[in-house]
């Protein structure tokens, strides 16, 4: 039987409801943001709520745990209180180490995994989506690696085992409710084996581990959204290994229009983000094909797909794209779009389809969908820049703990230490990287070659 290459029509009219629903997530997860503001993470016990689910997501555990009140009546079955005194002691300290461990102040494996999600329910989706993006971006088929990993720095405790006792889970009630099925695909392979790679070295400090965790799963989740918006806006050229530069400035330099980190930081993601809820609908209209029962099929892939078939494939895709646009969309939406022509290419379809999609979409998903980036940029990344407006910049310490992996347990020359940190999604202006250095050197973290010798290079932080 002849293999037709089209759009389902059927199934795409069925998705779209009665009133154009501009839908997503029925074939294809893009990005981890709400539309619906209540859903908004705020990260008001930063990100190590989400670390916590996604440690016990990799244990198999209810990604949502909440601690219990009962925890009283259950302690004397572990502990025998020689009296009511030492008892009621006990209970306080425990209190103590409930509220710490509420508010993301951990230093043990097993408290990281009993970090509870924010208290409001409507928050907590927001972080249960941030859960499920990292692990299928970052975890996912290298479950078994990861474990090894982090249950090298396990280190069981009394007062650790006791907190596990008395902390009852309860599962999230979720869309999709197996919390094991995969949602979101990983498109950038080097990205993730440099944060295993990273992961495996942090955990050689176990120090050093519990103080940046956080920190560390944070960066590398802007990274892949950010790099994920930025390629997916190139429509079909999207190079999972070839990262679009994004300017960082450090927290206390001073900001200025004609440096890097003004126009390809903040501000730039901030443009390339505005229109980016479009590409959610688009990806899941053409994700109804004919040819394909795959998921999360992005621009690039189906292009890559119908060349492997051929030219004639290629065209009758091209074809049916114009068609969906003129007899569905246009014939509902009452909105003018551009009609097939011979010379049309497929880009010139995913182009057009896009455009034609942006126009819809309302101006409150327009405004709310890209609210949640900002808030994570703000609340870990933002520097604010005066009448520049926000600005993506690191600390002192997210500086040190990138310096720290960047380099490992050998030193290393300061000019690969740049290239390190762009494979990290990165990139310093000539004055950043000069204030790099001061910093090192202050810290003793620098050394030359020779006296005579103009190489620099970076000691091991770890």
Sequence with gaps: MKVEYK???????????????????????????????????????????????????????????EANDDFKEKLPEIIGFPNEESEELFNYFVQVQLKQLNEGDIDS??????????DDKNERKGEVDYIHFFYDTFIREDEECVKNIINRIDSPHIINDILSY????????????????????????????????????????????????????????????????????????????????????????????????????????REQISDFYAHEHALNVLGFNTFTTKDNMFYHDLKQKLQEAGPEAEKEFTQSIYTFLETIYQTRKGIEVEKYEEH???????????NALKKGVSNEIKSRYPKGFEALLSKFFRKHGGSLGNLLSLTREQLLLLV???????????????TELEKRGIWLDYLSKEEVVQVLDKLNYMEKKSDSGDAQYVKSIL
Excluded at 344 to 354: E, Q, R, S
């Design 7 to 65: 759009l389902d029509y059927e199934k795409i009219n069925k998705a779209l409801g009665k009133n154009y629903q501009f839908f997503r997530r029925k074939k294809t997860y893009v990005l981890p943001l709400p539309t619906r503001e209540p859903d908004r993470a705020k990260f008001d016990r930063g990100f190590i709520s989400v670390v916590g689910g996604v440690i016990r997501k990799i244990n198999n555990l209810p990604i949502n745990l």
């Design 344 to 354: 049309k290419t497929l880009d010139d379809a995913f182009k057009d389809a896009l």
């Design 166 to 269: 008395v902390a009852a889970t309860k599962e999230v009630t979720e869309k999709r409710t197996q919390s094991s099925a995969q949602l979101y695909r990983n498109h950038f392979p080097d990205l993730k084996e440099q944060f295993l790679k990273d992961l495996e070295l942090l955990s050689k400090n176990e120090a050093f581990f519990f103080e940046n965790i956080d920190t560390l799963f944070v960066h590398y989740t802007i990274v892949a959204i950010s790099q994920t918006v930025l390629q997916t806006n190139h429509l079909a050229d999207f190079h999972p290994n070839n990262f679009i530069p994004i300017y960082y400035i450090l927290h206390w330099e001073k900001a200025a229009k004609w440096r890097q980190s003004y126009k390809e930081g903040f501000k730039l993601l």
């Design 109 to 118: 494996l097993q408290q990281l995994e009993q970090v509870p999600l924010v």
């Design 404 to 418: 720290a992996v960047s380099v490992g347990k050998e030193r290393m020359e300061l000019n690969q230490l740049w």
